[in-house]
């Protein structure tokens, strides 16, 4: 009777629901970042210590979906100008290639074959827009010029690591083979997109946005626009996925698009879909947590995972902060971009996934480079707020940042 409760699906999404809201309100009293409290009770509730919950089924749709709102929502703070910045592309460029060459070092070290070896480089050029962002939020330093580099760069870095991706794949499944035709396909594709759905979301849904606000059905139903904007966000998602993209690219484009509209008789659709945010986006980055399997390392596998956790932070912040200082950037803000570019998050463990489906790798380096993205998505957030704490302006936690609501 117990067991059939334990693994009943209402008891599954209520466990997922509380841990995932108990997680902000404790990283909150300890004045952490509210990822930081949502992953670690991830990790204790699933298959590493409780098992509880196993990423799978429903819990990987809703962290999926979870994550496409947290874009939408984090895309509403920016606009086109401040975010598709030619500079970022050299700080973006450089925090694909070191990181890339120490994974793919790294791994031929520890004896891995070449398209091992090739597939884990891959996953250490990826950076999480999510996390960094989210910190970014939580501090109130959004709308900070180094804020504007990190997320600009970083939305760069997604396209660029989508292309190593599809390079790799080439390289690994077709014995050593890489057809540059497909790879110019897919980096083409990608900044269409960028483009097409930019000028789409803010020339015509925009202005289509504006019609509804102030129509006499929105003066009857002032949480039409809302609705209309999450149609959007999911549907620029749908069609980034369609190509060959990733759905959180569609979902950012989306809210940057959406932006940058003031509305008068409706209700804020930022409004509401920061609520929407409070609840999913914490799903998703409890997700990372129970997606560590940490019974499956070996001592090995555990030095393996100390190098590489090591290179992929010290890559990205060496990556970043170079160009970042020569396009300008003081000191400190030069770290903080490198820094903010090096968590991993959600783009490496789908990266992993993707090996591990296609048989490239073990579920050992699997683990690995999921307890690497999990590493570094909790220390990057825990010196983000340390620096930015001490820039004026700074917030005092998420709880404080949700009072304005």
Known sequence: MVESILTSIEFEISLLLFISLAGYLIASRFNQSAVVGAIVLGLIAGPSFLGLIHYEGFVEGMARFGVIVLLFVIGLEFKLKDVFNARYGLIALMGVILPWIGGFL??????????????????????????????????????????????????????????????TEQYALAGGAISLGAISFTLIKALAFVI????????????????????????????????????????????????????????????????????????????????????????????????????TLSFILILFLIVLTAIAVITKVVGCYLPARVLGFSHE?????????????????VIALIGLGAGLISQGVFTVIVLMSLITTIITPMTLKKWLAKSKGGRGGYLELRRRY
């Open 196 to 295: 097409a759905g930019s000028i789409l979301g803010t020339k015509i849904l925009g202005s289509f946005v504006t019609k509804i606000d102030n129509s006499r059905t929105a003066r009857k139903y002032p949480e039409i626009t809302f609705i209309f904007a999450m149609m959007i966000a999911f549907l620029y998602a749908m069609f980034a996925e369609v190509i060959g993209l990733s759905a959180i690219v569609g979902s950012f484009i989306a809210g940057v698009s959406l932006g940058g509209i003031q509305l008068r008789n409706t209700l804020s659709y930022k409004e509401g879909a920061e609520y929407l945010h409070i609840i999913f986006a914490s799903i998703f980055f409890v997700s990372l947590g129970i997606l560590v399997e940490i019974k």
């Open 106 to 167: 790294v791994a031929r070290m520890f004896g891995y074959e070449l398209a091992s070896a090739v597939f884990i480089g891959t996953a250490l050029t990826a950076t999480s827009t999510a996390i960094t962002a989210n910190v970014l939020k939580e501090m109130g330093k959004l709308q900070t010029e180094t804020a504007k580099a990190i997320i600009g760069a970083a939305v760069i870095d997604d396209i660029l690591a989508l292309v190593a991706l599809a390079l």
């Open 333 to 349: 803000d030069s770290a903080v971009i490198g820094f903010g570019m090096s968590p991993r998050g959600e783009m490496a463990t």
